[in-house]
């Protein structure tokens, strides 16, 4: 494991499709690339989504038989292809 791995939570490789609402850029629909006990990746790409760091935003799977519920999460890391997203309840 790289030493500068600060993460809390093991993460598991997990392609979902999730919508992600933010207040001020909207509403978009991505793919996850891994989710753990603690959050998920987003693969964002060319998208303009372009949050700031510490930004809320809400998430909710699609595609399953019954609507998922909605979860309240932060933007917490940014790489060249996505965002890190933690869980709000995990943050406080």
């Given at each position: 494991m790289d030493s500068g791995d600060?993460?809390?939570h093991s993460r598991t490789a997990m392609n979902a499709v999730v919508k992600v609402s933010h207040e001020a850029q909207g509403e978009f629909v991505f793919s996850t690339?891994?989710?753990?006990?603690g959050g998920v990746f987003i693969v964002v790409e060319d998208a303009p989504?372009?949050?700031?760091?510490g930004d809320e935003v809400s998430v909710q799977v699609q595609g399953l038989p019954v609507p998922a519920p909605i979860l309240?999460?932060?933007?917490?890391r940014?790489?060249?292809d996505g965002?890190?997203?933690?869980f709000?309840?995990?943050a406080e």
């Open positions: 600060r993460r809390e690339r891994d989710v753990s006990d989504f372009t949050p700031a760091l309240k999460m932060l933007v917490v940014e790489t060249n965002f890190g997203l933690q709000k309840e995990s």
